[in-house]
């Protein structure tokens, strides 16, 4: 069964930073292609980065520069730095195994002014 933990959300002040955690288990964690999603409150849920197998990454605009996404094949574990926070990056900040239709709880994320 596959299965997806996210953790490392709380509160932080703007201009602050957080690093979250995904470890996924259920799946050969090394050849997936993973990424972070966030759906903020009302809103609909949008792409924050991807991160493949090869370790390629990509991000959506809002995250080039300050958000950094990475794994650790040997932890089964991929992360999301974020820096320089934004109150509007408050979000439930969810993984994604790329191709599967599978969801962790997610993280919640609050940035304070």
């Known amino acids: 069964q596959v299965q997806l933990v996210e953790s490392g959300g709380g509160s932080v002040q703007a201009g602050g930073s957080l690093r979250l955690s995904c470890v996924a288990s259920?799946?050969?964690?090394?050849?997936?292609?993973m990424a972070w999603f966030r759906q903020a409150p009302g809103k609909r849920r949008e792409w924050v980065a991807n991160?493949?197998?090869?370790?390629?990454?990509s991000y959506a605009n809002f995250a080039k520069d300050r958000f950094t996404i990475s794994r650790d094949n040997a932890k089964s574990t991929v992360y999301l730095q974020m820096s320089r926070v934004r109150v509007e990056d408050t979000a439930v900040y969810s993984c994604?195994?790329?191709?599967?239709?599978?969801w962790g709880k997610g993280t919640l994320v609050t940035v304070s002014s």
């Open positions: 991160i493949l197998a090869s370790g390629t990454t």
């Open positions: 994604n195994i790329l191709g599967l239709n599978t």
């Open positions: 259920g799946i050969s964690f090394s050849e997936r292609s």
